[in-house]
């Protein structure tokens, strides 16, 4: 865990090399956030995302009961910034010397036992690779007084999927990291992967983050949001396969938070307007889409459209979009017990 707070980076930064989307849901969300200023809904406050900044801070419970999803919020419209994070594996075969800059990097992640039961082939995160973030803050020391936030008390699992708004982009990354108490209680903190996605490998490092008040972490409580051992490619050996394999189920997650970012029900209206036919507006029955993964529940993407899908064969391996015949550049696109052969995923004929 980043327990120092590193010099930051601020303004907004160069565009990532791999840019997400931001769907209008999540958008309006986020813009409706910030317009309102501040958290109505506490679940804990008294925390800080700046060094010598103010203690502003809550993980925000305002969109618990309908959206199911707990947030970080300031005061006047902030939000947070991106401090960088490389615990877990030292000295990874992936470095580019960018995490040495780090003055307090620990040899191992929160979550490091969970991660060796899944039996994945890896001992740890790594802050190249996986993104994570680091979320809750935990008296692991014993300070007295210090203020503390468990995300297991609201349903929020360890090694869970967390959306990330930053630069005009989301991204997903998982809880593999928690917040001690050998320093302020900060909040605003991800992987080297996550911020090099976010802002571009020449603009962070483990002593440069992003400091602008304008990151938005979104937690989803409940056990679907759990990628576990055969959900997401944690022996990938760049940060871009990792994060794709995160996409689609990330993609499900977001599809809880209506499109107004608050008031009435996503399925129902507050005015004159229509009532959006289905949880994530604008990916209802009918509208445009190139995968199952633009389309809200229940629909599929039918020719080109979201519809009810009659044929829809069975899933057939364990990280789908990622099956035989799926395009590819290297093995790490492919789920097992495929590899990448000119462009596609496929049985090996060597293996």
Same mark, same amino acid.
């Given at each position: 865990?980043?327990?120092?707070?590193?010099?930051?980076?601020?303004?907004?930064?160069?565009?990532?090399?791999?840019?997400?989307?931001?769907?209008?849901?999540?958008?309006?969300?986020?813009?409706?956030?910030?317009?309102?200023?501040?958290?109505?809904?506490?679940?804990?406050?008294? $925390?800080?995302?700046?060094?010598?900044?103010?203690?502003? $801070?809550?993980?925000?419970?305002?969109?618990?009961?309908?959206?199911?999803?707990?947030?970080?919020?300031?005061?006047?419209?902030?939000?947070?910034?991106?401090?960088?994070?490389?615990?877990?594996?030292?000295? !990874?075969?992936?470095?580019?010397?960018?995490?040495?800059?780090?003055?307090?990097?620990?040899?191992?992640?929160?979550?490091?036992?969970?991660?060796?039961?899944?039996?994945?082939?890896?001992?740890?995160?790594? !802050?190249?690779?996986?993104?994570?973030?680091? $979320?809750?803050?935990?008296?692991?020391?014993?300070?007295?007084?210090?203020?503390?936030?468990?995300?297991?008390?609201?349903?929020?699992?360890?090694?869970?999927?967390?959306?990330?708004?930053?630069?005009?982009?989301?991204?997903?990354?998982?809880?593999?990291?928690?917040?001690?108490?050998?320093?302020?209680?900060?909040?605003?903190?991800?992987?080297?992967?996550?911020?090099?996605?976010?802002?571009?490998?020449?603009?962070?490092?483990?002593?440069?983050?992003?400091?602008?008040?304008?990151?938005?972490?979104?937690? $989803?409580?409940?056990?679907?949001?759990?990628?576990?051992?055969?959900?997401?490619?944690?022996?990938?050996?760049?940060?871009?396969?990792?994060?794709?394999?995160?996409?689609?189920?990330?993609?499900?997650?977001?599809?809880?938070?209506?499109?107004?970012?608050?008031?009435?029900?996503?399925?129902?209206?507050?005015?004159?307007?229509?009532?959006?036919?289905?949880?994530?507006?604008?990916?209802?029955?009918?509208?445009?889409?190139?995968?199952?993964?633009?389309?809200?529940?229940?629909?599929?993407?039918?020719?080109?459209?979201?519809?009810?899908?009659?044929?829809?064969?069975?899933?057939?391996?364990?990280?789908?979009?990622?099956?035989?015949?799926?395009?590819?550049?290297?093995?790490?696109?492919?789920?097992?017990?495929?590899?990448?052969?000119?462009?596609?995923?496929?049985?090996?004929?060597?293996?």
């Amino acid at each position: 865990m980043h327990l120092a707070r590193a010099a930051l980076v601020s303004g907004l930064l160069a565009g990532s090399s791999y840019a997400g989307s931001i769907p209008a849901n999540v958008k309006s969300f986020y813009d409706s956030v910030k317009s309102k200023g501040s958290c109505s809904n506490p679940l804990k406050s008294g $925390f800080y995302a700046l060094d010598g900044g103010s203690k502003d $801070f809550s993980y925000c419970g305002d969109h618990m009961a309908d959206y199911n999803v707990v947030y970080i919020q300031g005061k006047n419209g902030q939000l947070a910034d991106m401090d960088i994070d490389c615990d877990g594996i030292i000295n !990874s075969p992936y470095s580019d010397g960018r995490c040495e800059a780090s003055q307090d990097t620990q040899p191992q992640s929160s979550y490091i036992d969970e991660i060796a039961r899944y039996n994945v082939g890896i001992k740890d995160v790594d !802050s190249y690779i996986h993104s994570y973030v680091v $979320f809750g803050n935990y008296a692991d020391e014993g300070t007295s007084g210090y203020t503390t936030f468990h995300p297991t008390d609201y349903g929020i699992e360890p090694l869970s999927i967390i959306a990330v708004v930053c630069n005009n982009q989301l991204f997903y990354g998982v809880w593999a990291d928690q917040n001690g108490d050998d320093g302020p209680p900060m909040v605003g903190e991800s992987s080297l992967a996550i911020a090099t996605l976010c802002f571009g490998k020449d603009s962070v490092d483990g002593d440069h983050g992003y400091s602008d008040l304008d990151v938005m972490y979104i937690a $989803f409580p409940g056990s679907d949001a759990v990628p576990g051992a055969k959900g997401a490619n944690w022996k990938a050996s760049t940060a871009k396969a990792f994060q794709d394999s995160l996409t689609a189920q990330g993609n499900k997650l977001v599809q809880r938070i209506g499109s107004t970012g608050g008031g009435p029900s996503p399925t129902t209206t507050g005015g004159s307007g229509p009532a959006p036919t289905c949880a994530w507006a604008g990916h209802c029955e009918g509208a445009s889409c190139s995968t199952n993964d633009d389309c809200s529940d229940p629909w599929a993407c039918v020719n080109g459209k979201c519809a009810t899908d009659t044929g829809a064969p069975p899933a057939t391996c364990d990280w789908e979009g990622h099956c035989e015949g799926a395009s590819c550049s290297s093995n790490d696109d492919c789920s097992d017990p495929w590899a990448c052969i000119s462009g596609k995923c496929a049985v090996d004929p060597e293996a």
